[in-house]
């Protein structure tokens, strides 16, 4: 079955880029969203942003001008880079797999990475 | 609206009926996917779309949706459903995805 596999650093120094790649084994990427979603200590989850194989790219309106995601499909990747950091950004850090049902319409994700912890302090 | 509001924390009793809802203008373009998520784990969808279960997941759980406001439903609630629950969208207009702020529930 389809698995997701965060890697990156665990600790980013404030004011530094935090860069992030999930892996897609055991499945396709076509046809998907692949999003990535945080969650900080002890609170809940954020959607940073989505792509979709096609190229179609939202962020979170809060986070657009310090993020960017690209999606390879020839590595099967999904990378994110958060620019500019402080402690705020630290978090849990997932990537999952998103699709669109039409009848009725609903998004939701059925694939989830275990998630990364990043730390941002000097 | 671009917010999914869930109450903070619920609790039922074992065996009994709870329901977790979740409320925002979303949800009138798109149903609502729960999801559960247990300390230290990734979040695991449990309902989508109209009362949709993944594989695996017990039918103890069930979804439901009137207006603005979405429904997750365990009849018959077990120790091991103690966990956050969070509801998920997707804004309609700007294609955002949206997530509530989680309930806790706790299992008496």
């Known amino acids: 079955q389809v698995q997701l596999q965060e890697s990156g650093p665990g600790l980013v120094k404030p004011s530094e880029t935090l860069s992030l790649t999930c892996t897609v084994s055991g499945g396709s990427i076509s046809g998907y969203y692949w999003s990535w979603i945080r969650q900080p200590p002890g609170k809940g989850l954020e959607c940073i942003g989505h792509?979709?194989?096609?190229?179609?790219?939202h962020y979170n309106p809060s986070l657009m001008s310090r993020v960017s995601i690209s999606l390879d499909t020839s590595k099967k990747q999904l990378s994110l880079k958060v620019n500019s950091v402080t402690a705020a950004d630290t978090a849990v850090y997932y990537c999952?797999?998103?699709?669109?049902?039409?009848?009725?319409?609903?998004?939701?994700?059925?694939?989830w990475g275990k998630g990364t912890t990043v730390t941002v302090s000097s | 609206s671009s917010e999914l509001t869930q109450d903070p924390t619920v609790s039922v009793a074992l065996g009994q009926t709870v329901r977790i809802t979740c409320q925002g203008g979303s949800l009138r373009s798109y149903y609502a996917s729960w999801y559960q998520q247990k300390p230290g784990q990734a979040p695991l969808l449990v309902i989508y779309?109209?009362?949709r279960r993944p594989s695996g997941i017990p039918d103890r759980f069930s979804g439901s949706t009137s207006g603005n406001t979405a429904s997750l439903t365990i009849t018959g609630a077990q120790a091991e459903d103690e966990a956050d629950y969070y509801c998920n969208s997707r804004d309609g207009s700007s294609n955002h995805i949206l997530f509530g702020g989680g309930t806790k529930l706790t299992v008496l």
């Open positions: 779309g109209k009362n």
């Open positions: 999952a797999r998103g699709e669109v049902a039409i009848h009725p319409l609903t998004y939701y994700m059925d694939v």
């Open positions: 792509v979709s194989n096609s190229g179609d790219i």
